[in-house]
């Protein structure tokens, strides 16, 4: 992306234009909800779906899917408006747009549906949609790989949680989420209660990238910065954050809950911001710092206190409001500089005042320095620790350790490369338009804004957040920058200084953590090896079951009908065989052995003129059964079409070498005799048991009141199954054209 | 008398099958014209056999009073016109693949899936 | 083949087969017989005439190309079940219309199962001689 700003910041005309204030609509659509919710009402919407499975098009604002869909639509609209000027003049911007734009419907989708099955639905459409954004540099194969790779560990993540999400309404007997919710702790003394939540942690997981799912998130940085403020730090990875949080209700308090989500959360917060240190991309920074934030967010659902509820919906603002700022920032940097490298940016505050100053207020609130909304986050992030009644030491030292690291990666990411060091030589950085600091700024002043008068925040969204979490008003605590000097300001204090150490040495640091980390095996590289062998494993199944040859693929056919056959025949009991030969007259026996010659001829000749004489004789043989039988409509039939195969066979045979002598294959006689012998135990079992004939006689007594026809064969075909017998036909007319265009391409003379 | 029917379409099917196991596309086309033939006649032995009484409905009367079976009739009367487009064109394509391939044995024909592909 | 006595034979048997065809066609409602049946027989009658006279002479006596006739087929099917609709009925429901029906008899009955009977016919009869000259032509 090097080479500056695009010169036209017009952006892209209408294709720009469209989406941005589509997604404005939206937000001034969600913002004026908001006086409803902060009265701690929800507003319930459902249309009939698939009634007779109870499946509702069901959408549910409250407190908490309100708080979701206003940071999806806001910073969607901070984001449309951004990537129009980022991507100015990009020739599949319309593409973008489109991709940006469905995936926050989706993600909207996702937090408003109130029906399990439309909530699946809309999880995938997002995982879907996240596929094309991240792929969206598709002639880059890095990207591509990227790309693929979230989508099988989402997507497989995704059908985990479809399991689930089916067992969870089979046990509750209903789809709609607040029904659930409203049956209080039934589910969580249900016998299948320990599958569902596996299930569903294992999709929550592999979508909010939790250790040792994180591997595909960073890689996801792959996709334009814009797209990696929106689905990275706001929207697309909280989605599994949301689907805990909207579950709490109804699956938290048990010890598996709690300590499945402690420790994922304390160790993927801990590794991950390690991790983050450790790197040197701007980018990469700012996507590890993200699974940190994941990290806490689902440490904290882990609990039932409400000072955790509260830290949870205070932090899960603050972060969306900084990250998606800071990442538009790096995107601001990358243009401008042409690089994301640590080492080589300097200086910038300087040729970047407007930028530098949405940094500075993004990376404040990130490292959590009062008065900024990220402040009042962490002192509840330390009061909910420390409510864990269990182990508040070890989540406490988790946080302060993340905590920390997160004040020296603000430091790196937003303090060093503005007002540290010189501009390398060579780079010529120039500030942003308007349209690229407009967003960070705007997110940046909110978590300024909310930090001085946290009432509004409370008020609006956190209140009716925990709300929703808890079920009950008196579990909110309140948000305020001065709480007194208690435990968690001590625990700040340290933070702070902790924090500083870390960012003054954090050079040192990064040489600790590159030895550190070499010595862990590297999942990405993991996820490579698998492919590899998912890939010679399907190759070596191709070979062995696509292996060319119709001789084995018919082989296989048949020994499977026939094992099919046989052994559900011998597993199920053999059914009573009756061997009725009582009325059985001369007749009948001299057309079957006439019929059964004809087939054993056919079988061993070697000689075309007797092949086609011997199919005539069961042709005729065949018909002489429909006669005797009462069937002149299909004797007729069958007499035409078996004078018109000779005709055919006589025309085609004669041209054809003639047969060559087959040798005797002792399999495949054992493997005909087999399949033969299961269709005629089949067919003796269906005529031993009795044969409803409703249908036939319905087809009896109306034919002539009703259809007028005295002839109910006829009947059948031309009225009461007219519909099937037009299909048939066309499948006639289809037949005769392909032959016809297979023999006259003949003609051309291609013959080779 | 479904019985003897029963044994008749097994004969049927298992020459049909051995024939279109054998690498040969006549003998394959002479299978397909057996196993056809017993799938037919499968149909109409498993809607029972009734002598002597087709379904049609005497002058006069509103229903037969004793009467063949006349669903697995419809039925069979269209398979067997199916069963000859299917017949026709397999029959095309065997002479057809006989003039551009020279050949009648379908495991020589590797067009589609060469023998290299499977490195 | 070249015979005569074959080939002036085979002309007028070609032409009552045909005629035969349309009755079996028409009686098929009451009697065994119907679209598919007289569909076969017209066609084996232009076979043996194709046979007999060659392909060139069967197409002249045809004058329309068989598979024109099958697509035609198809058609009078469809619309003999869409035909439906203009009544509100369901697709491919019977409708029938008796001239001259008294309380005894039902007069002469015209009806689209009918249309739809001389549609399967002409499919049956189109695809066949589709086949069969083209492969008495080209191998």
Redesign the interface.
Known sequence: MAGGFPKDTQGNGITGAVPVIFAATLFAYFASLLPTIAATEVIRLSLPWIPSLGIELAFLVDGLSLTFSLLISGIGTLVLLYSNTYLAGHPQYARFALFLTAFMVSMLGLVLADDLILLFVFWELTTLTSYMLIGFSHDAEKSRRNALQALFVTGAGGLAFLAGLILLAAATGTTSISGIIAQGSALKEHAMYLPILILLLAGTFTKSAQVPFHFWLPNAMAAPTPVSAFLHSATMVKAGVYVMARMHPAMSGTDVWLWTLTIFGAVTAVFASLLALRQTDLKQALAYTTLMALGMLTLFLGQESGYAMTAFATFLIVHSLYKASLFLVVGCIDLSTGTRETDQLGDLGRIMPITAVAAALAALSMAGFPPFLGFIGKELKYAGALAVASEPVLVAGAALLSNALMLAVAGVVAFRPFWRGTVPSGQSPQEAPWQMWVGPIILASLGAVFGIYPDLLQVALVTPTVISLTGEVGEVKELQLWAGFNIPLILSIATFILGLLFYARHVQLRAILERAFSAIPNLDAGWDRFLDGLRGFAKWQT?LV??????SY??GT?LTIAAGILLTLVYTGMPMI????S??EWK??SI?LL??AG??L??VTNS?IA?IA??GV??IG?AM??I???????AI??LL?ET??VV??AV??L???S??K?GF?LN??L???A???S??LI??A??SSP?D?R??EY???T???EAYG????NV??VDF?AL??FG?IA??VI??L??YA??R??RKG??? | ????????????????????????L??F??GL??IS??A???I????????????????G????TL?????P??L???A??????????A??????A?????S?T??E??L????EA?K | MNSVILRVGTRYLAGLLLVFSFYMMLRGH???GGG?IGG?TGATGFVLYAIACGTQDARAALRVMPQTIAIWGLGIALAAGLFAALFGDALFTGQWLFIGATETDKGLPLSSVLVFDIGVYLV?FG??LT?VFA?EEE?
């Open positions: 070979q696509q292996n060319g040859k119709l001789s018919l082989f048949f009756a061997v009725d030969l009325d059985v009948h026996t079957a019929t059964i087939a054993l056919a079988l075309r092949g011997a199919l069961v042709g065949i059964i429909f005797v039988f009462s069937a002149p409509d299909v039939t069958q079409v018109l195969v055919l066979v085609v045979m041209r054809l070498p047969l060559p087959a294959r495949h006689a493997l005909s005799v399949v033969g012998a269709v005629s067919l003796i269906v005529v044969l004939l249908l036939t087809f009896e007594v034919s002539w009141p005295r002839n109910i064969v059948i075909l199954r099937d017998t048939e499948v006639v037949a005769a392909s032959a297979l023999l391409t003949t291609d013959q080779k | 008398m479904e019985f003897l029917f029963a044994i008749t379409i097994g004969v049927l099917v298992a020459a049909a099958v051995y024939l279109m196991l054998s690498n040969h006549l003998r086309i002479f014209v057996l033939n017993a037919n006649l499968t109409f032995v498993a809607g029972r056999l009734t002598d002597g009484a087709p379904p049609l409905i005497p002058e009367a509103d229903a037969p009467a063949a079976n006349a669903l009739q419809a069979v009367l269209t067997i016109v199916i069963g000859f487009g299917l017949f026709a064109f029959i095309v394509l065997v002479f057809r006989w003039t551009t391939l020279n009648l379908p495991d024909m590797r589609a899936e060469p023998e499977h | 009451n009697e065994p598919f076969l049956v695809s066949i086949l492969m191998i």
